[in-house]
C-alpha cells in the first residue's frame, strides 16, 4: 500500500479527437509512481505484447502495462476473436479495479470497445462507480460514453487543432507517436 493513498479516488477522462490523451495518461502514472502509489495500465486494441516506447520505459520502471488486442480492428479478419480479446482484456481490468490494491488504473483506449458494443458499457459504468473509493481511474479514448461522463470527476477533452499526419502527411514516429 502507497504511503500516499487517496481519501477520494478520481475518476479522469481524457477524451476528444485531438492527440495526447494516452500520453497525459502515462504522465500521471509517472507522477504517482513517483510518489510510490502503484499504478498499471490496461490498453486496449494495441497489439498484444506491443513494444512502444512506454512498454520499454514501464520495464524498467517497474510498472505494468498490460496490452491486449489484435492491432487495428479495422483490419482485423476474425471480429469474434477481436471482441473475444476486448472482453477478456475488461476482466482482467475489472479484477484489478475491484481488488483495490492498485492505487491509479489506467484502461486505455477504453471507449473504443465500449463505442464498437463489444463491451457492455452499464457493466463499465457500475464497476466504475463501485470501485474501493481510494482507487484513481483514468480512461482514455474518444466519444467516451454519456454515463461514463455523468460519473466522473475530471473530464478533459483533447481539441484537435493540427495534426502532423492529416496536415503534412508525416507518419507516426517513435518517441513521439509510440
Ligand atoms: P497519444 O497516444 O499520442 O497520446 P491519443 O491517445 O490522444 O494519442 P489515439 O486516438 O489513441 O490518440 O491515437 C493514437 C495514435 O493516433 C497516435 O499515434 C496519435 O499520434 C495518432 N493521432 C491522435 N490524434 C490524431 C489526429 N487527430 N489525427 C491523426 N492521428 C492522430
Ligand atoms: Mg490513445
Known sequence: MAESRSAKGLLIIHTGDGKGKTTAALGLMVRAWGHGMTVKMFQFLKHTGARFGEHRAAEKFGI?????????????????????????????????????????????????????????????????????????????????HEKLVEIADVVTEMQDVKHPYRDQGIKAQPGLDF
Open 64 to 144: 505494468s502495462i498490460e496490452s491486449r488486442g489484435d492491432g487495428f480492428t479495422w483490419l482485423s479478419k476474425d471480429m469474434d476473436e477481436t471482441t473475444a480479446i476486448a472482453v477478456d482484456q475488461w476482466a482482467r481490468c475489472k479484477a484489478a479495479i475491484k481488488a483495490g490494491d492498485t492505487d491509479l488504473i489506467v484502461v486505455d483506449e477504453a471507449t473504443y470497445p465500449v463505442t464498437y458494443g463489444w463491451l457492455d458499457p452499464d457493466d463499465v459504468v457500475a464497476t466504475i462507480a463501485d470501485r474501493p473509493p481510494h482507487v484513481h481511474v483514468v480512461v482514455t479514448g474518444r466519444d467516451a
